[in-house]
């Protein structure tokens, strides 16, 4: 007879840390987007407040008044100045905002929170960004249109002068066709639209083709009455200022451009830094 089998003791398995109750992500999202996106919004709102108060000091210290006022390098350098410290501002809060108002997690190593805060901040920038180019490129929209809609059925000269604001090229084909009362001044839209692109295509390339040159002597000494030698000279002259003007422009653009640059980085770090201080905060509030 065999000895009856002994009852075997059960062991316990012990589950893996993803098995175990309150240890697993899966209920808590990485991404608190609710405060990603009210933290956007308030740097966007910010940034809109601090650039209306800039603009406010800015026209304020500048005057049309010779020797009067700020200079243009001044009023350069603080433009920049304000741009900086607007998006560290306004970015810096938005992405404190987000870290405090985000979900705590629970069982999560130390460096993956900083990652996580540091990730939320990021996104409060960006999706900034988007808002506000956003409402900018709306804004721009509107304005062109009403520029527009008011060429339409407004009267020649506030016509020409909102094509002045968007054509840089307008003032100087009124500087090559102004008669000087020689002769009767004519209003052909057809005509100086033909001279802006011509000036436009001469710009492109660095200079005015031959038979463009002459077709412009031509027009220039038919509408002023000037001699052949003279409306070259204008035309070389008005081509030449249009050219300097030109490169002044891209000088200035390319300039802003790489501010603007520094700009969005500073408010980038900014709002990263802050939302790993806010989120340190906010998972050092104690229940009451």
């Not at 920038?125 to 509107?142: E, P």
């Amino acid at each position: 007879m065999q000895p009856s089998a002994l009852p075997r003791p059960v062991v316990e398995r012990e589950s893996p840390i993803a098995e175990v109750p309150n240890r697993s992500e899966h209920h808590s999202g990485a991404i608190s987007w609710a405060a990603v996106i009210g933290g956007a919004f308030v740097s966007a709102s910010l940034a809109l407040i601090l650039l209306s108060l800039g603009t406010g000091l800015g026209f304020s210290s500048v005057s049309p008044w010779a020797n009067a006022g700020a200079s243009r390098s001044t009023i350069g350098g603080m433009a920049i100045g304000w741009l900086i410290l607007t998006q560290i501002i306004a970015f810096a809060m938005g992405g404190y905002l987000a870290g405090r108002l985000r979900t705590k997690w629970v069982h999560i190593h130390t460096d993956e929170v900083y990652f996580r805060d540091t990730a939320h901040g990021f996104l409060v920038w960006a999706v900034g960004m988007v808002i506000t180019a956003a409402f900018l490129t709306s804004a721009a929209a509107m304005f062109a249109g009403g520029v527009a809609q008011r060429g339409g059925t407004g009267n020649a000269a506030d016509t020409r002068g909102e094509e002045g604001m968007l054509n840089p090229n307008a003032y100087f084909v009124d500087m090559l066709l102004r008669s000087n009362g020689a002769v009767a001044e004519r209003n052909d839209t057809a005509e100086r639209g033909e001279v802006e692109r011509i000036f436009g295509h001469g710009l492109k390339w660095g200079a005015i083709p031959p038979a463009d040159q002459t077709y412009l002597d031509q027009m220039v000494s038919a509408r002023t009455g000037m001699s052949p030698a003279d409306s070259q000279k204008r035309v070389s002259d008005v081509f030449g200022q249009a050219q300097q003007a030109a490169d002044e422009a891209r000088r200035a653009f390319a300039h802003l451009s790489l501010w603007l640059f520094v700009a969005l980085l500073c408010g980038a770090f900014c709002a990263s830094y802050a939302g790993t201080i806010g989120g340190r905060q906010r998972d050092h509030v104690t229940t009451i």
